[in-house]
Every structure is written in C-alpha cells, then in structure tokens.
C-alpha cells in the first residue's frame, strides 16, 4: 500500500494555509475551527492521534499473538512404537521401590516395605493380576491400632522415563471414605521441576469420576486449543498456583470406583511425548485391537479423554526422569480440602483409625502394565 509522505504530528502542507486562519473558506465565512475538520488540528493532537495508532498496534499484535496460540495445535502425527517394559505376574512388584517415608503429601498413612507388606497380604501377585490394598486387619481395639495411620502401599518404577505410550490394564480402582488412590507418574525426589502427571485420581466415595492432571513448575499453560472428551477443570499446571490443583481434567462418574470396576474396568493410555501428553480411558468392552495386539497406535484412537498440548507448555522441559506411582493414600491434603462434599461422616483421620470396614474395596487389582516407546 502507498504511504503519506506526511509523518505523524506534521501538518500537511496542502492544510497549512487554513490552519494558520489567514482566510480559509471557514474564516471567510466567519465561524471558528470546526473540532471534526482535520485541517484545523494542531500539532498536540497530530500527537494524540500518532500515539493513539501506535497502542493499537501494540493490542493488535498481543491479540493476534493470543490468538494464533488458541486456534495453533501441535502435530501428533503417528509415531513407531516398539514395546520397552512389561510389568506382569508374579514378578510384577519387581519393578517397583517400596516407598517407606514420611507421606509428601499429608496423608495418614503408614506406607510399608515390601517385607510388611507381603506378610500383611498388602501386595499381592499372581500370574494373572497384581493386587495393591490398604490393611483392613487392624481396628481400634488392635495392638499396634491405627491411631497415628493405616497401613497402606506406595510403589515407585525402579525404571524412570522421559517420554513413551503407556498402557496400564486396570482392573479395580480402590475407593471408600477415607482414601486418594492414584496412577501417577512423577520424579518425587524434583517435584515439580520434573512434573507429574496424574493418570488415575479419585478420592473418598470416587462418585464423581476419574481426574486427570498435570502438575508442573512455572509456565505451563492449557488455556489453548485442545481436543478431548473430558471436562477441562483449571488450566494453569504450575504447582505454585491455585494451592496445587494442577490442570486437570475430569472424566465421567462411571470411570473410577464402583461403576468403573463393576463393568470389569478397562485399559489407561498415557501418551507423552514433545508435542503433548494425552490420556485415553477404554471400557473393557472396547479395547483397540492394536493395543490387544501389542501394536498401538494413538493416531488411531480418535479423540483422547483429556489432552495436553504443548502449544502454551514445553513439555519436553517440564517433563523428565519420572517413575510410575501406584499408591492408595489415607487422608491427606486433597481429601481434606473435599471432606464436607464427600458424602462421608465424622471426620478423615477418625475413619482411617477406626473403621477398618471404610477400606474393604480399597485396592487396585491391575493385569498388566506395558510401556513402548518410539524409535
Ligand atoms: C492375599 O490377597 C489376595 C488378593 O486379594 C487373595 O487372593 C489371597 O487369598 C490373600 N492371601 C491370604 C493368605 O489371605
Ligand atoms: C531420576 O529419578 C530418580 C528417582 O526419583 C532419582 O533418584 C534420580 O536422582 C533422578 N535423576 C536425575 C538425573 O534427576
Ligand atoms: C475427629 O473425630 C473424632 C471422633 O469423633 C474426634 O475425637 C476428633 O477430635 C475429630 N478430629 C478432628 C480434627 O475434628
């Protein structure tokens, strides 16, 4: 396009003689300046004016900015998976570190090493299934009792990973007043520089579905085009913000706890990779053939369940080093925070102690876990 030889703040010259009133037509016919008339403004508001253009060009580019992160979306094109780690059988807890410290996140439990643990029935694995519970042998009346926590298991992968297709077979998800199970990947010993990521969460009852989340440090945005089925809850992941929320997503009722295992469970799929992490839940009844057959492919699957595109979060560097976490914790920061919503009386640290009866479906019954990763 042509530009005006005339800078900004200068009269035109071709305006001059007006603006210096010495008998323009509007002189002549005897008003004063009109306000609208170009060729009668001064150079202040040439100034106004130039000003006024240069800070909408500024918006202009910060919204076209925004905008171009809201409508862009990263390129999940199909990726070649070859099978790295099977976790499978009676050598399924193999795999895993007994985590046996002070619980990083509040809870009221006492996580046991693998020793207790098989002597309590507290892990479990046969040929078929691998079985993580919460102790329900102790009661009040017990020695030891459960008065400063319950017996329960945390177990870390020996193996950590900075990316692959992770596709865990679940069979039952612990719930009851009282617990927050979780499926969960994170680098306990650099959270949140490391990120975490959630793959299965619930607490107390789990009535109210499956939640899925990322947790990171700063600068990890979801407020970005996405493509899932599932209800987007926050969307800012940094750790430090909105007392650790994360951003997460929340499936239906039916996908954690009593429904979810009544229908006989079904397969997660975690995806994570530079250009986003996804997570897929299947129903027994509708497992993809390529995953049974070993040869999943995402790029096949359609729409995951929640989506975390790396458009506003690189999530090559937010997320490294992490281990697979299989833990049903007692109490602890996130059951408070929902205790009065939950449906469950009295109050957390009381349950656990007391009412041994409040874990009788707290356990995770798993078939296998299998991770691949691309060439
Ligand atoms: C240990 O737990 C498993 C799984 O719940 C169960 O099948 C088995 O009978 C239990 N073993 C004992 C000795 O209680
Ligand atoms: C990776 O994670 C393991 C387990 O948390 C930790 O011991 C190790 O120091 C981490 N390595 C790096 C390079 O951060
Ligand atoms: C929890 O409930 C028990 C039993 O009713 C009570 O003794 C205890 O003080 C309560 N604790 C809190 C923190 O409210």
Redesign the pocket.
């Known amino acids: 396009m042509e530009r005006s030889s005339v800078k900004p703040g200068e009269i035109p010259s071709r305006y001059q003689e007006f603006a210096v009133g010495s008998g323009g037509d509007y002189q002549r016919s005897g008003s004063s300046a009109p306000a609208w008339d170009p060729r009668y403004w001064s150079k202040k508001v040439w100034i106004g004016i130039a000003v006024v253009i240069v800070i909408a060009i500024i918006i202009g580019v910060a919204v076209g900015v925004t905008q171009g992160k809201k409508s862009s979306y990263p390129d999940y094109s199909q990726l070649s998976y070859t099978l790295k780690d099977t976790f499978q059988g009676e050598t399924f807890f193999d795999n895993f570190n007994y985590f046996t410290g002070f619980d990083p996140a509040g809870g009221f439990v006492h996580y046991v090493d693998a020793g207790r643990a098989q002597q309590l ?1 507290l892990t ?1 694995a046969s040929q078929d299934a691998a ?1 993580l ?1 919460v102790d329900t042998s102790v009661g009040p009346g017990s020695n030891p009792d459960a008065s400063t926590g319950r017996f329960s298991v945390r177990l870390e992968s020996k193996n950590t990973y900075n990316n692959g297709l992770f596709i865990f077979d679940v069979r039952h998800t612990p719930f009851g007043c009282g617990t927050w199970p979780a499926l969960w990947l994170t680098d306990p010993s650099n959270w949140p520089k490391n990120g975490e990521i959630d793959v299965m969460e619930a607490t107390n009852k789990a009535s109210d579905g499956n939640q899925m989340t990322l947790h990171t440090s700063s600068d990890c945005s979801m407020s970005v085009k996405r493509k899932q089925t599932d209800k987007a809850l926050q969307t800012n992941c940094d750790a430090t913000k909105n007392s650790n929320a994360g951003c997460g997503v929340q499936g239906a009722d039916n996908t954690f706890g009593s429904a979810y295992n009544n229908n006989g469970g079904g397969i997660m799929a975690m995806e994570w990779r530079d250009a986003g992490i996804r997570v897929w839940q299947f129903a027994r009844n509708s497992i993809p053939s390529d995953i049974t057959g070993q040869k999943p492919d995402p790029s096949t699957w359609g729409e995951a369940a929640a989506d975390f595109p790396s458009t506003d979060c690189d999530v090559a560097s937010h997320f490294k080093n992490n281990s697979i976490i299989l833990n049903i914790d007692l109490c602890g920061d996130l059951v408070y925070g929902v205790w009065d919503s939950s449906g469950c009386s009295s109050n957390c640290t009381d349950i656990v102690a007391n009412n041994p009866q409040s874990f009788t479906n707290a ?1 995770w019954e798993v078939g296998k876990f299998q991770v691949y990763q691309a060439l």
């Open positions: 029935n479990f079985v519970k356990y």
